[in-house]
């Protein structure tokens, strides 16, 4: 984009040089990207008090975890559409919007049926904040640009569900179970100043078809590159792992190995911690090398994960530092696998990056929810069922990279000159 143009009653200008390093404009990206662990994680703590001051059971209010998923799941692929069509800002305001409106209400509910509700309302507007974000990274930049950004975010993200949940319980502890949905919505109004404050209007809006057409020619687009279904696959897989963990994390953790609920949330924590050093860690090797290696570099490390869990299974016990140490291993490698396989994803998708996030997180929150459902479903109160899930999911990332001249053969593709800033 060289110098403003104006199409219809928006104005766009085009982006600052500076922009790709402009701290306010990353936080902001990052913070947007954890949005949905921040709304999940703070509202765990306050669970069971809500339970018993809104006369419910237990699994009921368990709930309002789940139905925000669905929600969330629901609301990616419309924010995407609209976004490529529309605009990014448009899109994000009106998420924002309805996820901050939604959470007052969370807020308020005197019902757990209204509480539910609003939460899968709340999941929706969500679902913008989640998707655009990751467009946003495209818009601006590609290759190491875009895998650099895609680290930073990843520990801005990281740092949600590593102190969410002890903030959460201090909320409870003080005020009551409203506290937490009280600051989810304050969160909500301060991102709305963030996004004015600190964005700028990434993609030139695309309204030449019908939109169900759009819809059908974007997924068309995405599905015919295979570099993007290789990323794909890389991308969708490792959230059945490491929510199946989370799912049994509790119970593997007190009820197997006798922790305290105490030092249970720093044992969960741990993990936490390696996602933010693997995202850290990978910072430092984008400007060293291309995307494919680092792939096959966090594809390693999840493999020495995952044959490691697969043993652990086959002996069907293990100390836990083992266990453990193989969990936060893997997630480890999470960081630098999903940020250099989200960049191969959407490099060849410049001009549908809107579409292609919303297919991306949509198809990851499915996988991870049936990660999460399955290990719930399988647990026995063994450590080989807690831990099977993960082990395969391992296996099956390694064997997609190992695959790659099938799925995806040749070169990797970069389009470093169709960005919004040209």
């Known amino acids: 984009i060289a110098g403003g143009f104006t199409i219809g009653r928006a104005h766009y200008t085009p982006l600052n040089a500076d ?6 404009f990353i936080i902001t990206l990052g913070l947007l990207t954890a ?4 709304t999940v994680d703070l509202s765990l703590p306050a669970i069971p008090a809500m339970v018993e001051a809104l ?23 419309p924010a995407g559409l609209f976004a490529d069509r529309l605009g990014r800002l448009p899109v994000l305001y009106v998420g924002m919007v309805i996820f901050t409106l939604a959470a007052t209400v969370a807020a308020e509910a005197g019902n757990i049926e209204l509480l539910l509700a609003a939460r899968f ?16 990274v495209r ?9 650099r950004l895609m680290s930073l975010m990843t520990m801005i993200f990281t740092a949600a569900p590593v102190i969410a949940p002890s903030i959460g319980a201090l909320l409870v502890a003080q005020w009551n179970w409203r506290a937490p949905f009280i600051v989810i919505a304050a969160c909500g ?17 695309d309204v030449n078809e019908h939109p169900v057409r759009q819809l059908i020619s974007s997924f068309r687009e995405f599905f015919s590159h295979r570099q993007s279904i290789f990323g794909l696959l890389l991308i969708v897989m490792p959230p059945a792992g490491f929510m199946s963990i989370i799912a049994v994390s509790a119970a593997l953790t007190v009820e197997i190995y006798g922790y ?5 949330g720093l044992i969960f924590a741990c993990a936490g911690l390696s996602i933010l050093v693997g995202s850290a860690f990978n910072r430092w090797l984008v400007t060293r090398f291309d995307q494919l290696q680092l792939i096959g570099l966090g594809v390693g490390l999840i493999f020495v994960a995952s044959g490691q869990l697969m043993v652990i299974a086959w002996l069907g016990t293990a100390p836990f ?9 893997f997630m480890f490698t999470i960081a630098i696998l999903m940020s250099n396989s989200m960049v191969v994803a959407l490099d060849p998708l410049p001009k549908i990056a809107g579409v292609a996030s919303s297919i991306i997180g949509t198809l990851q929150n499915l996988v991870g929810a049936a990660g999460a459902l399955i290990a719930a479903v399988i647990y026995d109160g063994s450590v080989r069922n807690s831990v099977i899930i993960m082990a395969t999911v391992g296996m099956v990332v390694t064997a997609v990279f190992l695959f790659r001249p099938l799925i995806a053969p040749g070169d990797l593709v970069h389009h470093p000159d169709e960005l919004a800033r040209d």
């Not at 922009?19 to 306010?24: E, G, M, T, V």
């Not at 818009?139 to 895998?147: I, L, N, P, Q, R």
């Not at 109004?189 to 964005?199: D, E, Y």
């Open 121 to 136: 309302v709340q999941g929706i507007g969500a679902a913008a904040a989640i998707v655009l974000s990751r467009a946003i």
């Open 19 to 24: 922009l790709l390093h402009r701290k306010s």
């Open 189 to 205: 109004f301060l991102m709305i100043f963030g996004i004015r404050a600190n964005l700028v209007e990434t993609h030139v809006p």
């Open 139 to 147: 818009d601006v930049s590609s290759g190491k640009d875009s895998a």
């Open 35 to 38: 949005v949905a662990a921040l």
């Open 260 to 264: 305290s609920l105490e030092a249970y």
């Open 321 to 329: 530092w083992w266990v453990w140490f193989c969990v936060c291993l």
């Open 55 to 77: 006369d419910t059971t237990l699994s009921h209010g368990q709930q309002i975890v789940g139905v925000f998923m669905v929600g969330m799941a629901c609301g990616q692929i």
